[in-house]
Structure formats: structure tokens, C-alpha cells
């Protein structure tokens, strides 16, 4: 019954938007362009969100990183010669779980040191598999945290020592279960060989997951490799430390007195020369985080803006059909009919700039994957959106329709 009633209405509502085609046309628009640019905004804080909780995998609680830079003078074997002094005197810090030397760490941000490719076949044509890698020893698995799910960690006597100028050309390596997978999809990648820019390589280990320091990469995510060598650069090279407490400031502190101590071959920067993943996570995704506040205040205010217009129209058409309002509910027309009246037109109108705005709102999530780093958008973003915004119309509408159905027919009349 109430359907059928409303369904009479939609001719005279019709009719009446028609003759305030202006007006109409404006908030259909405004609909549309919020739709469009919510649904959007909506996408990006939603991609956002998911970097600022993708986890590294890592023990992050409780690692900390010491970025170690040398005096200038030292020749490589001395460099290589510190690093290994250098590790073992932090393994004998009180507090100091474990700890090993890289060229970078997770979360880091790209440097030309981190990236490398690798090959199926000395010979591949085809583009090469773009990896991040870590310089790593026997004791890196222990310090990050991650899980070792097949195969055999490094042996001492696999670790070598490389420049940055030279080509990786280890005996084994270590890889995520993700690239293993990646690489070898019929089969498992134990065992089997690739081809670094330096030779051949078996995989003799599968790490279950680890982040490599490129925090938005979608190409190389989690495609991380772990190369049994110490990195020896004569600008400096990364300490990771994994604590037994989550109270890290003591264990900092004793592990940079420890190696001051070694003599004046060092350059640590007092201030972030060492610091804690949890640090490192902030600074990551600090834009990630300012992106997703700015696009959730840009969604709000678009929001409030459309349902202002409504509820701004919505009143002034109440007070223009004053007479029509009374003359209706003189010929038998209830205060749910005048309710349901505005609430129907409300959902025409808003309907109209769904439509619209749906077709903009991925035209511009394409123009966005141009410009940005960004995926296609699914469908039920701007399906959400649309929701939201029908649910936003009707409490619009629903104070000016409320004050529209209370009107008495006698005093509607005589005020025309």
C-alpha cells in the first residue's frame, strides 16, 4: 500500500522538478561530484591504511639500527676486518639478542644499493626478476625474526665480502616464500638455481615473509633476498640489532658506548645514527598517514557540504509549496503522504547524481592509476559511497519534510 502511494507520487514529483530545473540540475551535480571524489578519497585512505599495517614480518619490538659511517683512509680488508670486530663486540652487549651487517634494512626507502636482479637462465631474453636484497650472514635469520620454512640458513664459511662496485656471486641464497613462488609456481624453488649480474646462485633456503626497504613497491613487494656476504663500503654500513627487552634505550646506549670504545674509526650521527624499527615504521609511512588524514577531512567536508545543499533546498522548496502542501492536505492527504513526498523527490535527486557520479568516479580512479601508483578501484567503493550518500539525502530531507508534514491545511491556505 505504502508503495503504491508512493508510486502515485512520482509523477506530480516529477512535474515539480521539472519546473525548478536550475536547482535541481545544481544538486544532482553536487551529488555527483561528491560521489566522485569521495569514492576516490575513500579508495586512496583504504590503500593507505593497508601500507600503515602491512607488517615486515620482522621481530620489530625489539630491533634497533645503528647506521655506522667510516672515517675516510680504510682500505677494504680493514673495513671488512671492523664489521666483523664491530659484530662481535655488540653480541657481547648485555640486553643484545643477536645481531648482524647489512647494506640497508626494511623499510628503509630506496638506495642503489638494495635492488638487483634475478634470472632462470643466463641467457633470458626476457625481462629479469626485479628483487630487493640484504647483505646477510648466519645470523641474520635470529636478529630480523622471520622464520626459516624450508632448506638450511648460511654456514660462516659462506660469507664473504663485497664492495659495491663488485657482482654478487654467492653459492646459495636465501629467499621469501612469495618470490619462491613467484619464480618457480609448478614446482619448489629449493634447490634450484638462479642467476645474479655475478653467476649462478642455488636456493638453499625459504623465509616464510620479509619486507624489503621499499615500503609502496608493487612490483617488487616482498620479493626479498638474502645474500650471505658482508657489504664492505668505505662510506659506512647498517648494524641490526634484535634486544631480549622491549626497553631498548638502555641496550642503544650500551651498544654505541661499546663501539665507541673500539677507537675513533667511526662516524655514528648523534642524532638517528641509531634507530628503532618502530621509529623507522613512523617516518615510513608518515605521508601515507598525512595522505589518509587530509582525504578523510576532504570526505567530510564534501559530505556536510551535500547534505547542507539538501537540507538548504529541501527548506526552500517547503516554503515556496507552502500552498501546495495545503492544499493537499485539505483534499486528504495525510502527514506521512507530505513525509514520504520529499523523501521520494530527495531519492530521485540523488539518484540522478549516483548515476553521474559513478560514471566520473572511475574515470577519475583511471586518471589517478596514470598519474599515481594507484590500483583500479572495485566496485564497491563507490557502491559504499552511493549508500552513504542515499542514507545522508533522507536525514537531509527528513527535518524540512518534518516541518512541511506539520503544516495544518486551514493555516497553509490563509498564509497564500
Same mark, same amino acid.
Request: aromatic letters at 6%.
Given at each position: 500500500?505504502?508503495?503504491?502511494?508512493?508510486?502515485?507520487?512520482?509523477?506530480?514529483?516529477?512535474?515539480?522538478?521539472?519546473?525548478?530545473?536550475?536547482?535541481?540540475?545544481?544538486?544532482?551535480?553536487?551529488?555527483?561530484?561528491?560521489?566522485?571524489?569521495?569514492?576516490?578519497?575513500?579508495?586512496?585512505?583504504?590503500?593507505?591504511?593497508?601500507?600503515?599495517?602491512?607488517?615486515?614480518?620482522?621481530?620489530?619490538?625489539?630491533?634497533?639500527?645503528? @647506521?655506522?659511517?667510516?672515517?675516510?683512509?680504510?682500505?677494504?680488508?680493514?673495513?671488512?676486518?671492523?664489521?666483523?670486530?664491530?659484530?662481535?663486540?655488540?653480541?657481547?652487549?648485555?640486553?643484545?639478542?643477536?645481531?648482524?651487517?647489512?647494506?640497508?634494512?626494511?623499510?628503509?626507502?630506496?638506495?642503489?644499493?638494495?635492488?638487483?636482479?634475478?634470472?632462470?637462465?643466463?641467457?633470458?631474453?626476457?625481462?629479469?626478476?626485479?628483487?630487493?636484497?640484504?647483505?646477510?650472514?648466519?645470523?641474520?635469520?635470529?636478529?630480523?625474526?622471520?622464520?626459516?620454512?624450508?632448506?638450511?640458513?648460511?654456514?660462516?664459511?659462506?660469507?664473504?665480502?663485497?664492495?659495491?662496485?663488485?657482482?654478487?656471486?654467492?653459492?646459495?641464497?636465501?629467499?621469501?616464500?612469495?618470490?619462491?613462488?613467484?619464480?618457480?609456481?609448478?614446482?619448489?624453488?629449493?634447490?634450484?638455481?638462479?642467476?645474479?649480474?655475478?653467476?649462478?646462485?642455488?636456493?638453499?633456503?625459504?623465509?616464510?615473509?620479509?619486507?624489503?626497504?621499499?615500503?609502496?613497491?608493487?612490483?617488487?613487494?616482498?620479493?626479498?633476498?638474502?645474500?650471505?656476504?658482508?657489504?664492505?663500503?668505505?662510506?659506512?654500513?647498517?648494524?641490526?640489532?634484535?634486544?631480549?627487552?622491549?626497553? #631498548?634505550?638502555?641496550?642503544?646506549?650500551?651498544?654505541?658506548?661499546?663501539?665507541? #670504545?673500539?677507537?675513533?674509526?667511526?662516524?655514528?650521527?648523534?642524532?638517528?645514527?641509531?634507530?628503532?624499527?618502530?621509529?623507522?615504521?613512523? @617516518?615510513?609511512?608518515?605521508?601515507? @598517514?598525512?595522505?589518509?588524514?587530509?582525504?578523510?577531512?576532504?570526505?567530510?567536508?564534501?559530505?556536510?557540504?551535500?547534505?547542507?545543499?539538501?537540507?538548504?533546498?529541501?527548506?526552500?522548496?517547503?516554503?515556496?509549496?507552502?500552498?501546495?502542501?495545503?492544499?493537499?492536505?485539505?483534499?486528504?492527504?495525510?502527514?506521512?503522504?507530505?513525509?514520504?513526498?520529499?523523501?521520494?523527490?530527495?531519492?530521485?535527486?540523488?539518484?540522478?547524481?549516483?548515476?553521474?557520479?559513478?560514471?566520473?568516479?572511475?574515470?577519475?580512479?583511471?586518471?589517478?592509476?596514470?598519474?599515481?601508483?594507484?590500483?583500479?578501484?572495485?566496485?564497491?567503493?563507490?557502491?559504499?559511497?552511493?549508500?552513504?550518500?542515499?542514507?545522508?539525502?533522507?536525514?537531509?530531507?527528513?527535518?524540512?519534510?518534518?516541518?512541511?508534514?506539520?503544516?495544518?491545511?486551514?493555516?497553509?491556505?490563509?498564509?497564500?
Amino acid at each position: 500500500m505504502a508503495l503504491t502511494r508512493t508510486f502515485m507520487q512520482l509523477r506530480p514529483i516529477v512535474a515539480a522538478l521539472g519546473r525548478h530545473k536550475v536547482a535541481t540540475a545544481l544538486i544532482v551535480l553536487q551529488v555527483a561530484l561528491t560521489l566522485a571524489v569521495a569514492s576516490n578519497a575513500m579508495f586512496i585512505v583504504a590503500t593507505r591504511i593497508v601500507h600503515l599495517s602491512r607488517p615486515t614480518s620482522t621481530d620489530e619490538a625489539h630491533l634497533f639500527v645503528i @647506521r655506522n659511517g667510516w672515517k675516510m683512509g680504510q682500505t677494504a680488508a680493514q673495513i671488512n676486518a671492523n664489521i666483523r670486530a664491530d659484530l662481535d663486540t655488540l653480541r657481547n652487549v648485555a640486553g643484545v639478542h643477536d645481531v648482524f651487517s647489512s647494506q640497508g634494512f626494511p623499510l628503509e626507502g630506496y638506495n642503489v644499493d638494495i635492488v638487483t636482479h634475478l634470472k632462470l637462465d643466463p641467457d633470458q631474453k626476457t625481462n629479469a626478476q626485479l628483487v630487493t636484497f640484504f647483505a646477510s650472514d648466519e645470523h641474520a635469520i635470529d636478529t630480523l625474526g622471520i622464520s626459516l620454512v624450508a632448506g638450511r640458513n648460511f654456514r660462516p664459511d659462506e660469507i664473504t665480502a663485497i664492495g659495491p662496485n663488485d657482482k654478487m656471486s654467492p653459492s646459495g641464497i636465501i629467499i621469501t616464500r612469495s618470490l619462491a613462488d613467484k619464480l618457480f609456481p609448478d614446482g619448489s624453488a629449493l634447490g634450484k638455481t638462479v642467476y645474479l649480474p655475478g653467476g649462478p646462485a642455488a636456493i638453499i633456503g625459504i623465509v616464510a615473509s620479509l619486507q624489503g626497504p621499499l615500503k609502496n613497491s608493487r612490483t617488487m613487494d616482498g620479493f626479498t633476498v638474502l645474500v650471505p656476504m658482508h657489504f664492505v663500503d668505505p662510506v659506512g654500513v647498517v648494524y641490526m640489532v634484535r634486544t631480549d627487552s622491549t626497553d #631498548m634505550k638502555p641496550v642503544i646506549a650500551a651498544s654505541l658506548k661499546a663501539l665507541q #670504545m673500539r677507537g675513533g674509526i667511526r662516524i655514528i650521527a648523534p642524532k638517528g645514527g641509531a634507530v628503532t624499527m618502530a621509529q623507522v615504521r613512523e @617516518r615510513a609511512y608518515a605521508d601515507d @598517514r598525512s595522505v589518509a588524514m587530509l582525504m578523510s577531512i576532504v570526505c567530510g567536508l564534501l559530505l556536510l557540504a551535500t547534505a547542507g545543499g539538501i537540507v538548504g533546498l529541501s527548506s526552500f522548496w517547503v516554503g515556496q509549496r507552502r500552498r501546495q502542501i495545503g492544499i493537499r492536505r485539505s483534499l486528504g492527504a495525510t502527514a506521512g503522504d507530505i513525509l514520504g513526498y520529499f523523501h521520494t523527490e530527495n531519492f530521485l535527486i540523488v539518484s540522478g547524481g549516483i548515476v553521474l557520479g559513478a560514471l566520473l568516479a572511475f574515470l577519475a580512479n583511471l586518471g589517478l592509476m596514470h598519474v599515481y601508483e594507484l590500483p583500479r578501484m572495485p566496485l564497491y567503493v563507490p557502491a559504499l559511497g552511493a549508500l552513504l550518500l542515499w542514507l545522508l539525502g533522507q536525514l537531509a530531507v527528513w527535518g524540512p519534510a518534518r516541518y512541511a508534514a506539520k503544516v495544518p491545511p486551514v493555516v497553509a491556505i490563509r498564509t497564500e
